[in-house]
């Protein structure tokens, strides 16, 4: 089936998720579709497939133009898609959860159904049985059962939204094998993913999302420079900061190890030393936001120690790290930052040692004051912090921070942020940093990785690198190793087998 | 974006909830009783909450009235703002006046033959009003916290278990001589019961106690750094959390304050209303309470004269089976439908303002 996408735009809030994106995948092809976290794919594969309406635009089916009312009008039109976590019903049996999706009405036809699983699976080589629960199955079994599911259901179409996470390599390999089969008998697959060998490996063609566009098309064989340089922008460079030198050990990691219900990562040992900045490189998801959680006291690391000027703090709460003279800024400056309803004059008196029992109202105004002009957010002392813009929330955010921070954790430092006032922030940052603060950040910007680290740490897969030093690096080496490209040669640890971390969570 | 809502809009929207809540309230009368003309009606409730109709003229007995439905209202809605300051919704708060009653009834009891001076019997019955709903209200908190509770599921289910208690006590335990009975205990003695002004079944000390909690929340809640970490944390704990606040322990300390004022409350039903336990000792104030904190949306300011006026349609009401033989539950219909039309503009002026919002975004 030929799949047309014209003109799709999409809203949420204030947020452009998707920008006009026009796109024709031919049938029997398979489309990848490559961006960043937040690019737009996810937004519009779930316009595709019926979860949500665009706002503007249309979808064309072999030329006919189609409009879906839910996931299941979707499906009946052809179209049908994998979710990146299986959504299927854990506590039954394979062939229940292979009925229950079906129009069948009150008594389905299990017999058939049963049937007609055995008789899928095994032109695919999966090994299912109908009588298994759902939950012990790995993940990749739980996608095989979908796969065979949307194909009885007559799904011409198949949407995948990185598949590839958490599964083993074998499992891997039968899912490429199968989607190749699925293409040769002319159904279309669309490929969502941010790994680059998945790409060259598997899609006859690609489409590059970037901020809610898309940037630009490509067919196999592909030019991998260009495809790192449509996804993360024009590379433009400012100019390495001039190198702060750094003092004794602030933050010691040694032999740290996370995990989350998708992935491992282990044996990451680093010292960051006072005034130095080390980046976090990789694309979402890859851990390395669990893992500066995990060195703030936030979450649990799973294995090794963490010590913070010169203590042990492994297994501490994060008001322990907060108390001796570290900061968490998070990205997500609304939900975990800031506090919307509360005007720029509150924020700023919590930020302050309290004195006495009383509210001071002239000395927060003054404070207030004071802030906004130290940190030139555009504001007055009594706007919510709701109603300011990105930029000034970034702003704010680093005018709450205490006077004599040792150390300070942040997840993209400069998000939705205009140039200017990402060159500010790091001024201010760096600044910091030369009376003896050493910051540990996170940020899928590969120039602000570039220009401010000391050193950076890519992660790929539930592996991390060892650290490298920023300035043997340039955009397209770091894009590469975010891809995953030339990554064993400067892996921190020898690759990890991903069916021994599979089976601990399956 | 501009949410401050320009005069025009106030009057829009405002204006509007109050036309509705009368129409649905119109509605309803006119369902119940269509030879009446709504307007008669209400007319003789807002009469009803300053003169008795035989009479005419202003009735002080009627207007003490109102302040005696006042300050209970009062109390509850102060527990409740510091409790939702703190981003809780504190459903358990009927439980939480049940609790301060019964807890005011034991000190009264255990004390009342012995010789104790009266007036601090009182004070120290009042004061275990406070404790008893501070104690039900942490209740709610530590199972939240700690147990991973809803507060809500908390609050209604310990709403149960208060009334059921007070049941027990009144046939139980703490049942009259010969038979206990649903009138409830045995009255205290007169020089138990709060003094009344006059003639009147108005406590200056009672209404002392109601503006005196109601300013406690007040100066709390806009003053003090107290006040303004505990709006911190129910804005974002998260952010709360990174800030380097626990936002558990400001929930804690919210409930067990905010049931102190809710079981004040109780204290005064008992010492000041009933001179006894009840079953119905809290006769639905702390609901009404919820109601005026969800009408004034949260803002400690306009509490005091919200509840002035339910307290006055609760007793305007108390005409109406006499005069037109229309059941007094009147009031809170007209209490409901003037919250559920103030949400429902509310959430109207919400979505013509994102409407608003996207389709500038979009051009």
């Known amino acids: 089936m030929q799949v047309e996408l014209r003109n799709i735009h999409k809203f949420f809030g204030p947020v452009h998720a998707n920008r006009g994106i026009t796109l024709t995948i031919p049938a029997g092809t398979i489309q990848g579709l490559l961006g960043e976290n937040g690019a737009g794919k996810s937004t519009l594969m779930k316009i595709l497939s019926g979860f949500i309406r665009p ?91 979908e796969i065979v599911r949307l194909l009885w259901l007559g799904a011409r179409v198949l949407i ?36 680059l060998e998945e790409v060259q490996a598997l899609c006859h063609r690609v489409a590059v999302l970037r901020s809610g566009e898309l940037v630009g098309e490509a067919q196999a064989p592909y030019d991998l420079d260009r495809l790192v340089e449509m996804m993360f922008g024009k590379v433009i460079t400012v100019g390495r900061a001039e190198p702060v030198p750094h003092g004794e050990p602030v933050l010691e990691l040694e032999d740290l190890a996370v995990e989350d219900h998708r992935l491992t990562i282990q044996g990451v040992t680093l010292t960051i030393h006072a005034g130095e900045v080390v980046g976090l490189a990789g694309m979402e998801g890859s851990g390395q936001r669990r893992l500066l959680r995990a060195a703030a006291g936030l979450i649990r690391p799973t294995g090794g120690r963490v010590r913070f000027l010169g203590r042990d703090m492994t297994g501490r709460p994060y008001l322990d790290f907060h108390r001796a003279g570290a900061a968490y800024i998070p990205a997500d400056r609304m939900t975990e930052g800031l506090f919307p309803d509360l005007t720029i004059r509150e924020h700023v008196a919590l930020a302050r040692e309290q004195t006495g029992f009383l509210l001071n109202p002239e000395a927060m105004q003054s404070w207030a004051r004071e802030a906004i002009e130290a940190f030139s957010i555009r504001g007055r002392p009594e706007t919510p912090a709701r109603a300011l813009s990105g930029g000034n929330q970034q702003r704010l955010l680093l005018a709450l921070m205490r006077p004599q921070l040792r150390l ?99 | 974006m501009n949410e401050h809502m320009t005069w025009r809009e106030t009057v829009l929207y405002r204006g509007g909830a109050v036309l509705l809540a009368l129409v649905l309230t119109s509605l309803v009368i006119w369902v119940s009783s269509p030879q009446t003309p709504p307007w008669e009606v209400l007319g003789l409730v807002f009469r009803g909450a300053f003169s008795t109709p035989a009479q005419g003229g202003v009735s002080w007995s009627k207007i003490a009235d109102v302040l005696v439905a006042w300050i ?83 609050g209604l289910g310990l709403n149960f278990v208060a009334t059921t208690i007070v049941l027990w006590l009144i046939f139980g335990p703490w049942k009259r001589p010969g038979i206990g009975s649903m009138s409830g205990t045995e009255p205290f003695p007169p020089e138990l019961h709060l003094p009344t002004w006059g003639a009147t079944r108005l406590s200056p000390v009672a209404l002392a106690i109601g503006l005196g909690g109601m300013a406690v929340a007040y100066v709390l809640l806009k003053g003090t750094y107290f006040g303004l970490r505990l709006k911190a944390v129910g804005n974002n704990p998260r952010a709360a959390r990174l800030m380097g606040m626990r936002p558990a322990r400001y929930m804690l300390l919210a409930f067990g304050l905010g049931g102190a004022l809710v079981g004040l409350a109780g204290a005064v039903q008992v010492t000041a209303v009933y001179y006894r336990l009840i079953p119905a000792i809290s006769s639905g104030y702390g609901w009404l309470g919820l109601l005026v904190c969800m009408l004034v949306g949260y803002d400690p300011t306009w509490v005091p004269l919200v509840s002035l006026f339910f307290a006055a349609i609760n007793i305007g009401s108390i005409q109406l089976p006499i005069v037109l033989s229309l059941d007094s539950s009147l009031a809170g219909v007209i209490q409901g439908t003037l919250v559920f039309s103030f949400l429902f503009t509310e959430g109207l002026r919400r979505t013509v303002l994102r409407r608003r919002l996207r389709a500038s975004a979009a051009s």
């Open chain 2, 72 to 154: 209970p209202m009062l109390l509850a809605a102060a527990g409740l703002l510091v409790t939702f300051a703190a981003g809780l919704w504190n459903i358990g708060v009927e439980g939480q006046i049940v609790m301060g009653a019964v807890f005011t009834t034991w000190v009264l009891r255990a004390l009342q033959d012995s010789s104790t001076p009266p007036a601090l019997i009182l004070t120290l019955a009042i004061a275990a009003g406070a404790v008893g709903g501070s104690l039900w209200a942490l209740l709610v908190g530590l199972l939240r916290t700690y147990g991973g509770v809803n507060e809500i599921f908390g």
């Open chain 1, 55 to 145: 706002d503007h635009g249309e979808i064309w089916l072999d030329g006919r133009r189609a409009s879906f009312r839910s996931p299941a009008d979707a499906l009946r039109q052809g179209i049908g898609m994998l979710h990146q976590d299986p959504l299927d019903f854990p506590p039954m049996r394979v062939l229940d959860n292979f009925v229950a999706g079906s129009p069948g009405g009150l008594l389905p036809n299990k017999e058939d159904a049963r049937q007609a699983l055995l008789s899928i699976s095994q032109q695919f080589g999966f090994a299912l049985d109908p009588d298994a629960y759902v939950d012990t199955l790995t993940v990749g079994e739980r996608q095989q059962l």
């Open chain 1, 408 to 506: 300070i954790f942040m997840e993209h430092p400069t998000r939705g942020l205009d140039i200017e006032s990402a060159l500010w922030i790091w001024g201010k940052l760096k600044e910091r940093c030369r009376h003896g603060t050493a910051i540990f950040f996170m940020s899928s910007d590969l120039e602000e990785l570039l220009n401010y680290s000391d050193r950076v740490l890519v992660f790929f897969g539930g592996r991390v690198t060892r650290p490298l030093p920023a300035d043997e690096l340039d955009v397209e080496r770091l894009g590469q190793l975010i891809g995953g490209y030339g990554f064993d040669e400067v892996a921190l640890d020898r690759p990890t087998a991903p069916a021994a971390t599979e089976g601990a969570h399956a």
């Open chain 1, 160 to 195: 995948f939204d990185e598949p590839t996470t958490g599964i083993s390599a074998q499992q891997r390999e039968k899912l490429f094998a199968a989607l190749r089969r699925l293409a040769d008998e002319g159904r279309t697959i669309i490929f969502v993913t941010h790994k």
